[in-house]
């Protein structure tokens, strides 16, 4: 298993300030450096190497942070209460032991700089996280405290990897962790029962995902089949109205283009395409009118009187056309029921 290490740590170089605070401190000495921590309960030494190359991760770790919600600051003695300061950045300072290593941007609190100022505290601790070789690969929302106890090589505090694999470890830049290999460790070998179990699972599983396909296909067929039955539906009663309307006079059978435009009505709107076939004008009265002069609502004017018995003979020739098979006594019938203003002209 890969292990880590969540450390805090102080050192005795002093924190100087000179009228004003600083700007930046010096978050980690460089060189190797021995410190004293804990491992499955049991004290241990670990090496911790600081380098230029550590800079990098650092400042991934406080991007994950960031996104995360959090800004990374800095307490006092490692209480995780009051922030003395907000760590902006890190950058690498060179290899003195007083002016280089690591060093990290701080805008410091009110309480921080008065701190400072005032002389409470003089020294800084820093918290970091390392892999079971002691390599840094980032910190955490709280980098470190303003403290008074000097010592570098002196461990104030150690966790578990166990206490911050799903907290502080997520704070960590992905590209930053070892992977197993690295770690040396192996995976734990299935005994023959484990694998039979694990097979029996998978084809379970494998079963249940055919058969969800299986009923996922049949809904979609169901679907399919339940919009082509609307659809027909919807064509038959936008014919029906058609019928209605050429039967009814209003719409003249030959006229493809009125017919396509009132079925594009109707597929839009069927209410809106019956209100406005019933606010049309009878063609029937209108021809009426031309043929016998008769004063209808569609023909508030007199004109010439033509021979009523013309329009009697196409109303009968139009129902013959369309019903073939009819008698001509059925057809008059049909066609004075029809056009009944025809037939008492």
Same mark, same amino acid.
């Given at each position: 298993m890969i292990t880590f290490a969540k450390i805090n740590a102080s050192y005795g170089n002093e924190?100087?300030? *000179?009228? #004003?605070? %600083?700007?930046?401190?010096?978050?980690? /000495?460089?060189? $190797?450096?021995?410190? !004293? @921590?804990? +491992?499955?309960?049991? /004290?241990?030494?670990?090496?911790?190497?600081?380098? *230029?190359?550590?800079?990098g991760s650092l400042n991934k770790s406080l991007e994950e942070i960031k996104a995360q919600g959090f800004d990374t600051y800095i307490d006092f003695n490692h209480s995780d209460e009051n922030a003395s300061g907000w760590v902006q950045g890190f950058f690498w300072g060179g290899d003195d032991p007083e002016t280089g290593g690591i060093r990290a941007k701080v805008k410091w #609190? @009110? $309480?921080?700089?008065?701190?400072? +100022? =005032? =002389?409470?505290?003089?020294? &800084?601790? %820093?918290? &970091?996280?390392?892999?079971? +070789?002691?390599k840094v690969i980032g910190t955490t929302p709280n980098a470190g405290g303003l403290v008074n106890r000097p010592a570098f090589r002196e461990i104030a505090a150690v966790m578990a990897a166990k206490d911050i694999s799903t907290t502080d470890l997520r704070f960590v830049s992905a590209s930053q962790l070892p992977t197993e290999s690295n770690a040396k460790t192996k995976e734990p070998k299935m005994s023959e029962d484990e694998k039979k179990k694990m097979d029996k699972l998978e084809a379970e599983n494998k079963e249940l995902r055919e058969a969800m396909d299986k009923l996922k296909a049949k809904y979609k067929a169901t679907e399919d089949e339940s919009e082509k039955m609307k659809k027909e539906a919807k064509d038959r009663s936008i014919n029906d109205l058609v019928d209605a309307a050429v039967t009814s006079g209003k719409l003249n059978a030959k006229d493809e283009k009125a017919i396509e435009s009132l079925k594009a009505i109707a597929a839009s709107d069927m209410e809106n395409a019956k209100t406005f076939i019933e606010s049309m004008p009878s063609q029937v009265n209108a021809k009426v009118a031309e043929l016998t002069g008769r004063i209808t609502p569609n023909n508030p004017d007199q004109i010439t009187a033509k021979n009523p018995k013309d329009l009697m003979f196409a109303a009968v020739s139009e129902i013959r056309a369309k !019903? %073939? @098979?009819?008698?001509?006594?059925?057809? &008059?019938?049909?066609?004075? *029921?029809?056009q009944p203003d025809v037939f008492k002209a």
């Open positions: 924190i100087h300030v *000179e009228g #004003s605070v %600083p700007a930046d401190i010096q978050w980690m /000495p460089s060189g $190797e450096h021995t410190i !004293n @921590a804990s +491992k499955d309960g049991k /004290p241990t030494k670990l090496k911790v190497t600081v380098t *230029e190359d550590i800079i #609190s @009110a $309480e921080g700089a008065e701190a400072l +100022k =005032g =002389g409470s505290y003089k020294r &800084f601790s %820093p918290t &970091f996280l390392t892999d079971a +070789k002691g !019903n %073939p @098979a009819l008698s001509g006594e059925d057809a &008059f019938r049909l066609a004075r *029921e029809s």
